[in-house]
């Protein structure tokens, strides 16, 4: 850990809010407080956060944050720019709706813009939606769960993404699902002369462009979906992306994810999460599903292992220490295969670690600082939002 350097902490935080939810009730399970970026899809604050029976905030309530950051990932070393998010709460809506905003740059000349956001209107439908543009020096290992550090392409990925997604309520308050659509343009460039990438064998390494048509479902029980204190969430989504629409073959991707939050008393709470994704057809290699990341085993480099099937589990114990501060001991395991029955268990890759969060809102927008471990040799995370 001690030979990657610590960055500065963020440099200024502005925290408000005009009109901030009502009191939650006491005694309620932990501190509160989320895409993929996800998230798509696919935070602590510092009073208790209402129960799911607890009163709704109350319509046109809201509350915001905005600063400058600097930050600091496995994938992209030191890097800074600034951040904003607001949370407001529609008249007859279930839940309170958020917007988020993300611009950065990296020392090691990687960009991105980032626009995020989860409504939920007063019928119970949640509209979700996140745009990217992106420009990331990068690195291919390779496919498969033991291919080597050895193996290491540089390449730069040019890319700008929009997915969408409109979730009907079918059980009041718990039970949604609706149509899904991924619109996606990458270009490929910096390819190492005489590499795998520059062979020609491997999909999508000139680029694609792609229409992702399918749909998805969730069954939400969670108290609220930042940094939640009690409950459950399970997602699946289907994806399809037809040879006729965009620059590339056909191929479809498909992925289950469940997390489950569990109050221990005194503020505390145990959450556990797994996801299985699995590709078919001919993706590129970019969509490939891939371990690693902010989220999924920390303490791996985001894509260090990808193949066409992906599994992943983790669990996170959540403790609170004073005012806005919560403390986090986390471990995770998972592998990657070319198909969910290849996968093995003498291959699976284990992470875990320690991290502190500091509440921003009082919906449960954090800044989060993880320390992980793994057979890689340990990573930090310094960032906004948390990893489930």
């Given at each position: 850990m001690l030979?990657?350097?610590?960055?500065?902490?963020?440099?200024?935080?502005?925290?408000?809010?005009?009109a901030p939810p009502e009191p939650a009730t006491p005694d309620s399970g932990a501190p509160a407080a989320p895409p993929e970026p996800a998230a798509p899809d696919s935070g602590a604050p510092a009073a208790?956060?209402?129960?799911?029976?607890?009163?709704?905030?109350?319509?046109?309530?809201?509350?915001?944050?905005?600063?400058?950051?600097i930050f600091w990932l496995p994938e992209t070393r030191l890097g800074y720019g600034a951040t904003g998010g607001i949370h407001f709460h529609l008249a007859g809506a279930p839940r309170t709706s958020s917007l988020f905003l993300v611009g950065a740059y990296t020392l090691n000349g990687q960009g991105s813009a980032d626009v995020a956001g989860d409504v939920y209107l007063r019928n119970g439908m949640l509209l979700a939606g996140r745009v990217r543009l992106v420009h990331f020096p990068d690195a291919f290992y390779g496919l498969g769960s033991t291919s080597p550090t050895s193996a290491r392409e540089p390449y730069t990925r040019r890319w700008a993404q929009g997915i969408f997604s409109a979730e009907l309520p079918i059980l009041a308050g718990r039970l949604r699902?609706?149509?899904?659509?991924?619109?996606?343009?990458?270009?490929?460039?910096?390819?190492?002369?005489?590499?795998?990438?520059?062979?020609?064998?491997?999909e999508g390494a000139d680029g694609f462009s792609a229409v992702g048509l399918g749909a998805s479902a969730a069954w939400d029980t969670r108290d609220r979906p930042l940094f939640p204190r009690s409950g459950s969430f399970l997602q699946a989504w289907y994806l399809h992306y037809p040879e006729a629409i965009g620059r590339h073959r056909?191929?479809?991707?498909?992925?289950?994810?469940?997390?489950?939050?569990?109050?221990?008393?005194?503020?505390?709470?145990?959450?556990?999460?797994a996801f299985v994704e699995e590709a078919f057809g001919d993706p590129p290699f970019t969509l490939l599903p891939k371990l690693g990341s902010t989220r999924f085993l920390r303490g791996w480099r985001e894509g260090r292992f990808r193949d066409r099937a992906a599994w992943a589990a983790q669990t996170e114990l959540r403790v609170p220490i004073w005012s806005r501060i919560t403390g986090t001991a986390f471990g995770a395991l998972g592998?990657?295969?070319?198909?969910l029955a290849s996968?093995?268990?003498?291959?699976?890759?284990?992470?875990?670690?320690?991290?502190?969060?500091?509440?921003?809102?009082?919906e449960g927008a954090n800044i989060r600082l993880d320390v992980a471990e793994s057979r890689a040799g340990p990573e930090i995370y310094l960032l906004v939002l948390d990893a489930f």
């Open positions: 030979r990657r350097a610590v960055p500065l902490a963020l440099a200024v935080a502005l925290a408000g809010a005009a208790p956060v209402a129960a799911a029976s607890a009163a709704k905030p109350r319509p046109g309530a809201f509350s915001w944050f905005a600063l400058p950051v699902a609706g149509p899904r659509l991924d619109l996606r343009g990458e270009d490929i460039r910096g390819l190492r002369p005489g590499g795998l990438l520059a062979s020609g064998t491997v056909e191929f479809a991707a498909a992925n289950v994810e469940g997390r489950i939050f569990i109050p221990l008393g005194a503020e505390r709470v145990l959450g556990a999460a592998d990657v295969a070319p198909d996968l093995r268990a003498d291959t699976i890759k284990i992470a875990g670690g320690v991290g502190l969060r500091y509440r921003l809102t009082p």
